[in-house]
């Protein structure tokens, strides 16, 4: 499977997440994304998305936010805590998305996540909580992400819901 991972505000790429994505068998590309100007991350991860025509994009935090604002058509979104509502930009997400989020996040509210669920007119039952904290490090985490791609790419190629 292909992945693009858009990591999070402050991260490198070759971050925990992808290198255990990566560590699966599968093939990802991480770019950099800039700190400092939210469109420019967005043009990044159009073109890396254009050149490296993956699966399923994969976004953490700011890179949710990322993720979200991109043109992707039918990609599946796996999102994890995703910043998106201090953007100002979309606030609603396509219905092959899942969000994994902890109620224990400290940087980004569960309820963003809720909300851009309802915003969307898509299930609470997209949302997979997990984790104890923001960063989803855990094995647990880790594990359900990697779920979670194969799932929502194992029901596109399906053409199930």
């Known amino acids: 499977m292909k992945i693009l991972f858009l990591h999070g505000f402050g991260s490198q790429p070759g971050g925990l997440k992808p290198t255990y994505l990566a560590q699966h068998g599968h093939d990802v590309c991480n770019p950099q994304l800039s700190d400092d100007d939210f469109l420019e991350s967005i043009r990044i991860a159009q073109s890396e998305y254009a050149r490296f025509c993956p699966d399923v994009?994969?976004?953490?935090?700011?890179?949710?936010?990322?993720?979200v604002n991109m043109e992707s058509s039918d990609t599946p979104l796996v999102l994890l805590c995703p910043s998106w509502k201090n953007k100002r930009m979309a606030n609603t997400i396509k219905p092959n998305t899942v969000i994994l989020h902890s109620r224990q996040d400290e940087l980004i509210p569960?309820?963003?996540?809720?909300?851009?669920?309802?915003?969307?007119?898509?299930?609470?039952?997209?949302?997979?909580?997990?984790?104890?904290?923001?960063?989803?490090?855990?094995?647990?985490?880790?594990r359900a992400m990697l779920k979670a791609c194969e799932q929502v790419v194992g029901r596109e190629q399906s053409g199930g819901p």
């Open 57 to 67: 994009i994969v976004g953490s935090s700011r890179g949710g936010g990322v993720a």
């Open 110 to 142: 569960f309820s963003d996540s809720e909300e851009i669920l309802a915003n969307s007119g898509l299930s609470p039952e997209l949302i997979i909580e997990v984790g104890f904290e923001h960063r989803l490090a855990d094995q647990d985490s880790l």
